[in-house]
C-alpha cells in the first residue's frame, strides 16, 4: 500500500496535449476514480502511473519513491485491463499465479499453489483452475483478471474501466462486489472509468477529467452538489443539468434570477465579482410541477414530452420562450403532452456560471445542507 | 393488365438449386485439381513404371506392374546424404530466420526508434531484388569468408535471402496481438524480452508455421544458389542431386522421377501437417471488447 503523487505530470503527442500539468495526490488506501469522457487524459494518467507510456514532463511518485523513470515492472502496482488480457495460451491457475513465477525470488511451489487457491476461492472461481479463458463466461474472466491482480498484493491497484464489458446486471453487481473487495484488502486503487454512477457508487474521491485536465478533485457529494464548472455540472449525473441564460437583479438577500421564462429569489448572499448575466444550471431532481395557477410558481410552461425510467418520470417542460426544462417526478405521478404546468425550481439548488469561463461562480449548496436556504 | 399472378415457388426447388450449384463448383474444381496435379501424377506414375515402359510409345498412364527398382537405385546412389544435407540446411535456415526475424519483426511492432521507417521501406525494397542478380556479389563474398562450397554458407545466405519475408509476416502477425496481454506481463514483472519469448511468441504459432514454411519451401527447393556456391559431392543438396540424373550418359528418368517425388514429400507433408495453424486463430479468449 502507498500513496501515489503526479507533480505537474504531463503527456504530449506530437501537437496534442494529451495530459496538461496534472498535480494529483492519492492517500494510502484511497479508492479514487479517474472519471472523464473519452480522450480527456484519465487513461493517459493511468498509463503514465504503470510505466506503459513515458511522461513528456513532471514527477510521478509511488510511496516516497520517483517512479517516472522506471519499467513497469519495477513499480510494484497491478493492472486490470479494459478487455482483462488474460494469457490465452494459458490455464486460469496459470493466468493467477504469473505474476507470483514472474518476479524474483519466486515463492515455492507449494505457497504458490496455496495464494492461487486462497485467491480463486475469494473470487469463487475455485473450481474453473485448470479451464482456459476462452472456456469461461465474461463475468468470469474479469474475476480472473481481478485475481492475477489481487494475488501479489501491489502497493497500489490500477483498474481501467473494468466493467465496461459486462451487461448492465452483472456491472452493477460486480460493483458491489469491488467496493467490499476494497474495504476488505483496503488497497490504494485508481479506478479509470467514464461511467459517472460507477465513480460515485466506488469512490472515496472522483477526479474529473476533460480535454486533458483536472477539472475537479473531490467526494462524490462534492462533484455532484458542488460542480466546479459546466463540464462537471453536465457530465456527473445520470442526465445533464438543466442549463438557462438568466440575469441577476437585485442586491445580496433580495436578488433574483429572472430569464428563459424563469423568475425567482435566490434568497442568498452572492459574490461580489457576479456578473449581471450568467448561466443558471439546476438539476432534474431540484425542479418540480405544480398546478400552473397556484401562488409562487417559478415558471408556466407546455410538457413536451415524458420518459418512464422504472423507479423515475421524466417530464420535459418547454417555458413561455421555448427552454426545455427537464423535471424528475414520481413515476405514478399523470403528465401528458400538451399540458400547461407550473414549476417551481428549488433555490437553493440553482448553481450560477460565468459564462464566459464556464465556471462556477455561485454554488447551490443544497447537498451540504437543504434547509438553510429556504 | 389483369391482376399479377404470383406463384410461389415450387417446393424443393431451392434444394436442386444448390444441388446443381455444388456439383458445378465440384467440377470446376476437379478440373483446376487435375491440371496442377498432372505433371505430379505422371511422374509418380513413371517413377514406379519399368525402365522399359517408361520411354514406350503409346505412353502408358499407369505402369503394367508397379517397381520400386528406380527408388532402390536413388537409395544406392546414396541419396539419402543428399536429404541429409537438404535436411540440415533447412533446418538451420528456418532457426535462424525466425529467431532474427522474430526479433526484427518485434522492434518494427512494438518499439518507436529513430529510422524505424527508414528499416520497414528498406525491409521491403530488398525483398524485390531478385537472387539471380544476387548470385555474383554473394558469391565473391562467400569466397572472401571461406564459406564457398560449405553447408554453412548455403545456411547463411538462404537465412539472408528469405529474412525480409520472414520479419515482414512476423511483424504483420505481432501487431495482430492484443497489445494489453504484453503490457499485463510488464506489469506482472517480466522484462521485454521475456514477454516476447513466453508470451508473444507463443501466441504466434500460425505466424511463426507461415513464415517458417516460407523459407522452408525456398531452402528445400532451392537449385540456383546451391548448385553455384558449392560442388563437392560431400555438402550436395537434393535439387543439385536430382540434376546429376540429367547425366552426363543420358537421361535416366526412372531415378530422376523417384528422386523429385521423395523431394516433394516433406513439403506436401509440411503443408498438410501445419495446414491448421492457419485457419485456427489461436488468440481466443484472452480479451475482449
Known amino acids: 500500500m502507498a500513496t501515489v503523487t503526479f507533480n505537474q505530470v504531463s503527456k504530449v503527442y506530437g501537437k496534442v496535449k494529451a495530459l496538461d500539468a496534472l498535480d494529483l495526490h492519492v492517500e494510502d488506501g484511497e479508492f479514487i476514480s479517474l472519471l472523464g469522457p473519452s480522450g480527456s487524459g484519465k487513461s493517459t494518467t493511468l498509463s503514465l502511473l504503470a510505466g506503459l507510456q513515458d511522461v513528456s514532463g513532471g514527477r510521478v511518485l509511488i510511496g516516497d519513491h520517483d517512479v517516472t523513470d522506471l519499467p513497469p515492472e519495477a513499480r510494484d502496482l497491478a493492472l486490470v485491463f479494459q478487455n482483462y488480457a488474460l494469457y490465452p495460451h494459458m490455464t486460469l491457475f496459470e493466468n493467477i499465479a504469473f505474476p507470483l513465477k514472474a518476479r524474483s525470488p519466486r515463492p515455492a511451489r507449494a505457497e504458490i499453489e496455496q495464494r492461487v487457491f486462497e485467491t480463486a476461492e475469494t473470487l469463487g472461481l475455485a473450481s474453473l483452475l485448470e479451464r482456459y479463458p476462452k472456456e469461461i463466461s465474461g463475468g468470469q474472466q474479469q474475476r480472473v483478471a481481478l485475481g492475477r491482480a489481487m494475488i501479489r498484493n501491489p502497493r497500489v491497484f490500477l483498474l481501467d474501466e473494468p466493467l465496461s464489458n459486462l451487461d448492465a446486471r452483472l456491472r452493477i453487481r460486480m460493483r458491489r462486489d469491488l467496493k467490499a473487495l476494497h474495504a476488505k484488502i483496503k488497497s490504494t486503487v485508481v479506478y479509470v472509468t467514464h461511467d459517472q454512477s460507477e465513480a460515485m457508487t466506488l469512490s472515496d474521491r472522483i477526479a474529473v477529467f476533460n480535454e486533458g485536465r483536472l477539472q475537479q478533485l473531490g467526494t462524490p457529494e462534492d462533484v455532484y452538489y458542488r460542480p466546479a464548472n459546466r463540464f462537471i455540472a453536465n457530465f456527473v449525473g445520470d442526465r445533464e443539468a438543466n442549463m438557462f441564460s438568466a440575469t441577476v437583479r437585485g442586491e445580496g438577500l433580495q436578488s433574483r434570477l429572472e430569464g428563459a421564462g424563469i423568475a425567482l429569489d435566490l434568497n442568498r448572499c452572492l459574490p461580489p465579482e457576479l456578473p449581471r448575466d450568467v448561466l443558471a444550471g439546476v438539476r432534474a431532481e431540484s425542479v418540480s410541477i405544480c398546478d400552473p395557477s397556484a401562488t409562487g410558481v417559478h415558471a408556466i410552461g407546455r410538457v413536451t414530452d415524458v420518459e418512464l425510467v422504472g423507479a423515475d418520470l421524466f417530464v420535459f417542460v418547454a417555458t413561455e420562450t421555448g427552454t426545455e426544462i427537464c423535471v424528475r417526478r414520481d413515476p405514478r405521478e399523470r403528465n401528458r403532452p400538451d399540458q400547461t404546468v407550473g414549476l417551481t425550481l428549488n433555490a437553493g439548488d440553482i448553481h450560477l456560471f460565468d459564462p464566459v469561463t464556464d465556471r462556477c461562480v455561485s454554488f447551490g449548496d443544497a447537498g451540504a445542507s437543504n434547509s438553510s436556504n429556504l | ?289
Do not use: C
Open chain 2, 1 to 289: 393488365m389483369s391482376e399479377a399472378t404470383f406463384e410461389p415457388p415450387r417446393r424443393g426447388a431451392w434444394r436442386a438449386r444448390v444441388a446443381r450449384r455444388t456439383a458445378g463448383s465440384l467440377v470446376v474444381n476437379a478440373v483446376i485439381a487435375l491440371f496442377a496435379l498432372f505433371p505430379i501424377l505422371w511422374g509418380l506414375s513413371t517413377s514406379l513404371k519399368p525402365k522399359d515402359e517408361i520411354v514406350a510409345y503409346p505412353p502408358r498412364l499407369l505402369p503394367s506392374a508397379v517397381t520400386f527398382e528406380h527408388y532402390m537405385r536413388v537409395f544406392n546412389d546414396s541419396v539419402g546424404h543428399y536429404i541429409l544435407n537438404s535436411t540440415i540446411v533447412t533446418a538451420a535456415a528456418i532457426v535462424l530466420t525466425l529467431a532474427a526475424g522474430a526479433l526484427g519483426g518485434y522492434a518494427l511492432a512494438r518499439f518507436q526508434f529513430r529510422g524505424r521507417g527508414m528499416a520497414m521501406v528498406f525491409i521491403v525494397g530488398v525483398m524485390s531484388i531478385p537472387i539471380a542478380s544476387l548470385l555474383v556479389p554473394t558469391y565473391s563474398t562467400l569466397s572472401v569468408l571461406g564459406l564457398l562450397n560449405t553447408r554453412t554458407g548455403l545456411v547463411l545466405l538462404y537465412t539472408a535471402y528469405q529474412l525480409p519475408i520472414v520479419i515482414w509476416t512476423l511483424y504483420g502477425y505481432f501487431l495482430s496481438l492484443p497489445v494489453e496481454l504484453e503490457q499485463a506481463a510488464r506489469i506482472d514483472g517480466y522484462s521485454s524480452s521475456r514477454v516476447l519469448w513466453r508470451i508473444v511468441l507463443p501466441l504466434s504459432k500460425p505466424g511463426l508455421v507461415a513464415a517458417a514454411l516460407f523459407v522452408a519451401v525456398f531452402s528445400w527447393n532451392d537449385f540456383v544458389v546451391a548448385v553455384t556456391m558449392t560442388s563437392s559431392e560431400s555438402v550436395r543438396t537434393l535439387p543439385v542431386a536430382i540434376y546429376n540424373y540429367l547425366g552426363f550418359y543420358g537421361r535416366e528418368w526412372g531415378p530422376l522421377l523417384a528422386a523429385s517425388i521423395i523431394s516433394i514429400i516433406p513439403i506436401v507433408a509440411g503443408f498438410l501437417f501445419l495446414q491448421r495453424y492457419f485457419v485456427s486463430g489461436l488468440t481466443g479468449g484472452g480479451t475482449k471488447g
